[in-house]
């Protein structure tokens, strides 16, 4: 910051300013460069200030309106003003130790009046404050006070801890939200596909017994053609007597089934052909139930 090369001369650094006393008085502000002093006359350097920005951390224990003991890291920036050099060299004793007494004042004034959301949303107010303050203050000794951050805030290790898990819970009600919409849109989804494949099932056994059905009516014209003396009522028998059989064939062959209704006793029965078509019936519904 200083050079002294004899008792004549002195040299300042750049971003400093000296200070020049006459028989320890003060004298006058030296800026960089090249300075003689004439120690006839009593002169000398006294002092030299660096006029760079200089950095003061503060850390702050308050408690706030809810009653929660938070921490507040705080960030000066502050620099000697060079045409008040010689306030700052001689006003303050420990300038450092006034501005975190001053900060400590302000904050402690300030946040116990706000919640801890609030010292949270409204940091930058708090800032302000302490800004206006010092500026007011330290301005008179030479200081200029270039910006206040506020760095941090730390509550308590508990105050911490319920808050994570205010958070957590809040997040696990959202999610446990759009799980219950995505199920019920799943269940939705899978009852319209159900009920998009019975209805599908629906027109395929219509169409099944439609065909049926007219298979049945063109076998009857054509072996009635074909064989004279026949009646519609005579191949309608036969044919369902073969349907008959094959259906038993049918029911036999499949591991599913453990119960046939068929009707017994013929012997009672006038009419076989009514015999067999409610057999078949009864077989044909058993099979679509199971």
């Known amino acids: 910051m200083v050079n002294t090369f004899c008792l004549f001369c002195a040299c300042i650094d750049q971003a400093s300013v000296g200070v020049v006393e006459s028989w320890g008085r003060f004298l006058r502000l030296a800026a960089p460069g090249l300075h003689f002093l004439n120690p006839f006359a009593g002169e000398c350097l ?9 950095s003061l951390d503060v850390r702050i224990e308050t408690k706030t309106k809810d009653n929660v003991f938070v921490q507040l890291l705080c960030s000066i ?37 706000m919640t801890l959301d609030e010292v949270f949303e409204q940091k930058g107010d708090v800032a302000k404050a302490v800004l206006e303050e010092l500026e007011k203050v330290m301005g008179a000794y030479g200081y200029n006070i270039e910006q206040i951050l506020m760095v ?11 808050m994570n898990d205010i958070n957590a819970a809040q997040r696990l009600q959202l999610a446990s939200v759009y799980k219950g919409e995505a199920e019920k849109v799943l269940l939705v989804k899978k009852a319209e596909a ?97």
Not at 152 to 160: E, F, K, Q, T
Not at 256 to 278: A, C, L, W
């Open 152 to 162: 941090d805030i730390i509550p308590d290790a508990s105050v911490r801890r319920a």
């Open 77 to 113: 920036q502050y620099r000697i003003v060079k045409e008040n050099a010689d306030d700052a060299f001689y006003e303050l004793q420990n300038p450092k130790e006034q501005i975190q007494a001053y900060v400590f004042d302000v904050v402690r004034a300030h946040v116990p009046r």
């Open 194 to 290: 159900e009920a998009e494949a019975k209805y599908l099932g629906g027109v395929g056994v219509a169409k099944q017994r439609q065909a049926i059905t007219d298979g049945l009516r063109e076998n009857i014209l054509n072996f009635s053609h074909t064989v004279s003396g026949t009646s519609a009522k005579e191949v309608m028998d036969l044919i369902m007597v073969t349907q008959y059989f094959d259906t038993l064939k049918e029911l036999g062959n499949s591991s599913k089934n453990t119960t046939v209704f068929i009707p017994h006793g013929p012997g009672h029965v006038r009419d076989i052909g009514e015999q067999i078509r409610n057999g078949m019936m009864e077989a044909s519904s058993s099979h679509v139930d199971n």
């Open 46 to 54: 006294a002092g030299v200030l660096s006029t760079r920005i200089s």
